[in-house]
């Protein structure tokens, strides 16, 4: 019985810590290889904190027990987590400064093998190669969880049954709360966040500090099940294992992690019986050979994301039938009124700038005005796409100024931009394709609270009930641009043309006054030209202002208010379009006849 | 006495960081063309190791054939995990990070199954002498030369490492296939559109990483033995000296290897040698932290 127990309490730590790799790998799409060390930290931590302090009368440290500060298990999973919450904040700040995610594959795997170096060389935390003995077990109320004996192993098992419960309901929580969403949007596209006025930084590490957090405090549980460890326990094979548990499984879905982590679990005690002591190599054979197979024929992993068991179905919202103007109507009670074409929304003044001798744009000066569509006409390479890189702030000036509501905004941060009320399109749609519709236009809300863990945690009622009314806003944007019935498909099955509808329907979700869409018709096929078109001049039905770069000649003379023409990185005129239009010699440049 | 304990330190230290330099290079390679975290390149140098040690116990084949075989073999098994592996992956678009994960599953088999195949044991490179016995493969003779001594093995080791980089620097820079390594990596779109075919230059790129990785393989085999677990650490190093050095420039790579290497065996002077592996991390993690460019690298542009 003692052994099945054991088996159980292995299988459910394996369990423990791929659920909280799946929340960085499978959510954030950042890949840990320290996974195994963390957990050895929050190990060591947790002895050291509950084993007996120096005392005269014990021979602890004759016996090699030991010592450490005496306090009791609780307290040992706690300080287990902290130690490895901030020890992997301090490992992610390059990665996450770099944003890149092979860094953090690098800097994870040097934080494995030197962290395991480190275990054999500090003997007065570790023990050294010999690792620490004696470790107490759990004693609750009298009630010992000892794995030496039958029944204290069984109890302990259920205790581990217990935990994992616990961190299983985190994992999906944290998965499917507003936090989650920001993840799986940052695993898809890096640079999509600041564009939605969101920190990426702060998201990422908290997720990395999370993982590890849990993997310590999984730790202190297998030092209170296991009484002695050394340094091998928690050697690059076992990070090597909780990868491949998360990836066979399917990244992002936690039934497969427990299917996963079964079945490795299983392998060793099962190749045990049939191959003796040969059962290690192959383990390892398999379950590499396994990882390898399963990229090659089946990448999204036994059971792929989404795709499980549905253990809670979503209720569905009014929001899922409303016409497209209902919907027009419910967001003009929402939105502020302008006054269009009062003064201008946007002013760019003298704007330059040159890569290497390049000029891309060269003084370009032009005016938005509130409440109006106007268009950026231009050939290819008139620095549109530039100029929108500049207004958004993700590409710094040489000289010049852009100005929002008459307030200078030059330079500032994509997040401030964003905040201070302007979003952008991409030309490549950059939707997250592997999230439903839904979720890709409620990550651009605004004010979430569910974006923070401290919100999330400690009002919980407040941040489901914003969370209601972000769904319903969401479900507004997609009804009034007739996409609504295809919320909860994941985006990545729908057509491109009703992917630039959605990123039109995210763009307006932000709340922001002015729009920038950069080539809302590019590959769309003729056939849903007329659908884009129609979504944009309702942005304008809305009071919002708009500027879109468009290569259509169509679109802007159908849509657009104003124009601004640009050559060569320089406006060559600015006006109405029916001015420009009367223009002989600009008709025939870009208008032909 | 300090003195003679630095002069042989910074001796060592070129010779480990001559070559770090030469695993630095053969990542690099293999790293700047594809952006692959080519962690399998552990299996290229653990196949050269067994090729050589096998062919010379086995098939009695003397010292340089042996070492040719074992070449041969890195090459072969480099290039199966490319077409085999990663071919496969790039066919469906698959993420760098899918790309990872196969060189991951990979790197976990293959020293089990070399395990398998010929045991746990360290194995000597050994050859049949003209007596007919199984004997050393070659004298490694070690030079006296004032306070400080080395050997054969590590004198080869410094002419061998500069002597690749040199080569594979020139032949990146200077001859019209190299240029095509360089094009595919700044502009794959361009590439493609003036003729260059990303699989050959693939396929020549890992040739070659894998090649220099079996000759830092059968140098550790030379020096002291094959066994399972041999690779994965050196391999490891050559990641590090990449990002040290500074990715995109093979020449930044190989010098970070050097400077690896001597940072290594000084501070061995000052920390127990034990805490080798913690300073050669350590440097690494301030490195990306400070300049994330690497040491001698280009700031992105």
């Known amino acids: 019985m003692g052994y099945y127990a054991q088996i159980a309490i292995n299988i459910l730590i394996l369990i423990s810590l791929s659920a909280s790799l799946n929340l960085l790998l499978g959510y954030a799409g950042r890949v840990s290889m320290a996974q195994a060390v963390l957990f050895g930290v929050g190990a060591f931590t947790a002895a050291r904190v509950v084993l007996p302090p120096p005392d005269e009368t014990t021979s602890n440290a004759v016996s090699g027990i030991g010592y450490g ?27 996450v400064r770099l944003v890149r995610g092979e860094y953090l594959i690098l800097l994870t795997l040097a934080f494995q093998l030197g962290g395991q170096q480190v275990m054999t060389v500090a003997t007065g935390f570790t023990g050294g190669p010999f690792g620490v003995a004696g470790v107490p077990s759990i004693n609750i109320g009298g009630v010992s969880f000892s794995t030496l004996k039958d029944d204290g192993a069984i109890r302990m098992a259920l205790l581990m049954l217990v935990v994992t419960i616990v961190i299983l309901a985190i994992a999906y929580g944290l998965g499917e709360s507003p936090f989650g969403r920001l993840l799986k949007t940052l695993r898809e596209h890096d ?70 982590a079964v079945f490795l679990g299983l392998l060793e005690p099962v190749l045990r019986v049939v191959l003796g002591d040969d059962a290690i190599p192959w383990r390892a054979v398999v379950y590499g050979g396994a990882l390898v197979l399963m990229m090659l024929l089946r990448p999204a992993g036994i059971i792929p994301e989404g795709s499980g068991i549905k253990l809670f179905r ?54 938005i005005p509130t409440g109006e569509i106007t268009a950026l006409i231009g050939p290819n390479g008139a620095g549109k796409t530039t100029i929108f890189n500049m207004i958004t702030g993700s590409m710094k000036p040489d000289s010049g100024k852009v100005l929002l509501n008459g307030i200078d905004i030059t330079g500032l941060s994509p997040v401030k931009v964003e905040r ?103 590959g769309v096929d003729p056939a849903n030209v007329e659908g884009v078109m129609q979504g944009v001049s309702k942005l304008r039905d809305l009071g919002r202002t708009v500027c879109l770069v468009e290569h259509s000649v169509h679109f802007v003379l159908q849509l657009a208010d104003r124009a601004v023409f640009l050559d060569q990185g320089i406006v060559i005129d600015q006006g109405t379009v029916q001015e420009l239009i009367d223009k002989q010699e600009l008709a025939d440049l870009y208008f032909g006849s | 006495m300090q003195f003679e304990l630095l002069a042989q330190l910074i001796v060592s230290g070129i010779v480990l960081g001559s070559f770090y330099a030469l695993l630095g290079v053969s990542f690099g390679l293999v790293y700047q063309t594809s952006k692959i975290f080519h962690l399998a390149n552990a299996i290229p140098f653990a196949a050269a190791a067994y090729g050589a040690v096998w062919s010379a116990s086995t098939l009695r084949f003397p010292l340089w054939l042996a070492l040719i075989f074992g070449l041969l073999m890195a090459v072969i098994f480099g290039l199966l995990i490319l077409v ?64 400080v001594t080395i050997t054969t093995i ?148």
């Open chain 1, 420 to 522: 201070d009320g302007i979003a952008r399109s991409f030309q490549d749609v950059r939707i997250c394709e592997r999230i439903t519709v839904l979720d890709n236009v409620m990550v651009a809300v605004p004010h979430q609270p569910g974006e923070n863990l401290s919100s999330l945690t400690f009002r919980p009622l407040y941040t489901r009930q914003r969370e209601r009314q972000v769904r319903e806003r969401a479900l507004e944007c997609l009804a009034l641009f007739g996409v609504a019935d295809k919320a909860y498909v994941k985006a990545g099955e729908l057509s491109y043309g009703d992917q630039k509808l959605v990123a039109i329907a995210r763009l307006l979700a932000t709340d922001c006054d002015v729009l920038l869409l950069d080539e809302p018709t590019s």
């Open chain 1, 69 to 95: 500060l005496g306090w009791p298990w609780w307290a040992g999973v706690i300080c287990a987590i902290v130690v490895t919450f901030l020890a992997a904040l301090v490992i992610s700040l390059p990665a």
């Open chain 1, 191 to 260: 640079t999509l966040l600041p564009a939605l006025g969101k920190n990426p930084i702060r998201p990422e590490l908290l997720i990395f500090g999370i993982t590890a957090g849990i993997a310590g405090g999984v730790g202190a549980f297998f030092a209170f099940s296991q009484g002695a460890m050394t340094p091998v326990n928690f050697n690059l094979d076992l990070s090597i294992i909780i990868i491949s548990v998360v990836v066979l499984g399917g990244v992002g879905s936690l039934q497969g992690t427990i299917l996963g």
């Open chain 2, 154 to 301: 590590d004198i080869l080791k410094i002419v061998v490492a500069w002597l690749v980089v040199f080569g594979v620097v020139l032949f990146v820079n200077r001859t019209r296939f190299g240029r095509s390594i360089t094009a595919l990596r700044t502009n794959p779109t361009m590439a493609a559109a003036v003729g260059i075919s990303t699989k050959t230059v693939y396929i020549v790129v890992f040739a070659l990483g894998s090649l220099i990785a079996g000759i830092a393989g059968l140098f550790v085999a030379a020096e002291f033995v094959a066994n399972p677990i041999m690779a994965i650490q050196w391999t490891l190093i050559g990641f590090i000296a990449v990002f040290f050095g500074g990715i995109g420039s093979l020449l930044a790579a190989s010098v970070g290897g050097l400077i690896l290497g001597l940072l290594s065996s000084l501070s061995s002077l000052y920390l127990g040698v034990q805490w080798t592996p913690v300073v050669v991390f350590g440097a690494l993690f301030i490195t990306l932290l400070v300049r994330p460019q690497g040491l001698l690298g280009k700031a992105a542009v």
């Open chain 2, 84 to 147: 085999l592996g990663y071919f496969p992956v790039m066919a469906r678009n698959g993420t760098l990070l899918a790309l990872f994960l196969v060189s991951l599953g990979i790197s976990v088999a293959f020293p089990n199954l070399l395990q398998i195949v010929f045991g746990t044991e360290n194995i000597p490179l050994k050859t049949y002498g003209a007596d007919g016995e199984l004997g050393s493969a070659f004298d490694n003779n070690v030079y006296t030369w004032g306070f």
């Open chain 1, 314 to 367: 979503r209720k569905k919202t009014p929001g899922e039938v409303m016409s497209s103007t209902e919907a027009l109507d419910r967001l003009s009670r929402v939105s502020a009124a302008s006054v269009p074409g009062a003064k201008p929304a946007l002013e760019v003044i003298d704007l330059t700038k040159a890569f290497g001798g390049l000029v891309a744009v060269g003084g370009a000066s032009f005016s």
